[in-house]
Nanobody, 124 residues
Framework: QVQLVESGGGLVQAGGSLRLSCAAS????????MGWFRQAAGKEREFVAA????????YYADSVKGRFTISRDNAKNTVYLQMNSLKPEDTAVYYC?????????????????WGQGTQVTVSS
């Protein structure tokens, strides 16, 4: 069983920055990496970014490419999402997820464990 706890959300003006953190504890039989997803009010959950186990490979949604950076510190069992040049359309609840299964990093069904989410609100 894996537990994930996100932090770092908040209210920021357009053009500002936030850094989200996701602390992981526990273990599962397999680990292929970590991901961030987000869900805006009234919309489906969507992929934001992912990173493989070693941190050598990263993946981004087109909507955040060049603005967001995912990274990890394996010594601290923590994954980060640095969000720059934030836009009002980035407003959502952001979820950290643990990729336990093979398959695309871009799809939620490859992730077995999820955090409780952290709210990010970007004002115009």
């Amino acid at each position: 069983q894996v537990q994930l706890v996100e932090s770092g959300g908040g209210l920021v003006q357009a053009g500002g920055s936030l850094r989200l953190s996701c602390a992981a504890s526990g273990r599962a039989s397999t680990n292929y990496g970590m991901g961030w997803f987000r869900q805006a009010a009234g919309k489906e959950r969507e992929f934001v970014a992912a990173i493989n186990l070693s941190g050598a490979s990263t993946y981004y949604a087109d909507s955040v490419k060049g603005r967001f950076t995912i990274s990890r510190d394996n010594a601290k069992n923590t994954v980060y999402l640095q969000m720059n040049s934030l836009k009002p359309e980035d407003t959502a609840v952001y979820y950290c997820a643990y990729k336990r299964y093979t398959g695309s990093y871009y799809y939620a069904n490859a992730y077995a464990y999820w955090g409780q989410g952290t709210q990010v609100t970007v004002s115009s």
